[in-house]
């Protein structure tokens, strides 16, 4: 895998950044599932998973596919993406001068001044 650049770590960490996308993460590692099934692993409602597992697909992190079931119905199955990210200060510094910040927050050196 390549270094992501500043823009991709960003938005990795930033799916990443949430307790519930990492409760995700860990229980497709085990196998994938469908939504209803994940909900009820997880406890949570199934309009929140489908959320979460949203932001987690938009980063490429899993992906889904659908199925017929048993009783006709078509279910969403859902699996992770092997994925591995190194975060070090070296990998942190090669990534920053990729970052598209806008103009408003990458600064001129004349903050503060008069």
Known sequence: MTEPTGDELVR???TLANP???RIVAA???ERAYVSELARELRIS???LQVHLRKLEAAGLVT???EVGEDGKTLRFY???P???VLTPAAIAAAVPTLTTPESVRGDGEEGRT
Request: glycine share 4%.
């Open 28 to 30: 497709l590692l085990a």
């Open 64 to 66: 889904a596919s659908f």
């Open 83 to 85: 994925f591995s990210v």
């Open 46 to 48: 199934r309009a929140l």
């Open 20 to 22: 519930h996308r990492l």
């Open 79 to 81: 699996e992770l993406t």
């Open 12 to 14: 990795l960490l930033g």
